[in-house]
């Protein structure tokens, strides 16, 4: 899945836009935690958004 693809589909699910990538993260993780996404697929865009700096509103310490 490119991208811009999930871009579009979190705003088809949303009504909004993302307003960082934190928030496309956090959609396409739970997307992978409903079985809606391959975890090969799912490595691959985590590793991507994660390496332009993204983060998991998982992996907060509180």
Wanted: hydrophobic share 30%.
């Amino acid at each position: 899945m490119l991208i811009t693809e999930l871009v579009s589909e979190y705003e088809s699910d949303r009504k909004e836009s993302p307003k960082t990538l934190n928030d496309i993260l956090d959609y396409y993780q739970k997307k992978y935690v409903a079985g809606e996404i391959d975890i090969r697929f799912y490595r691959d865009v985590y590793n991507y958004l994660h390496q332009q700096g993204a983060t998991s509103s998982h992996e907060y310490v509180f």
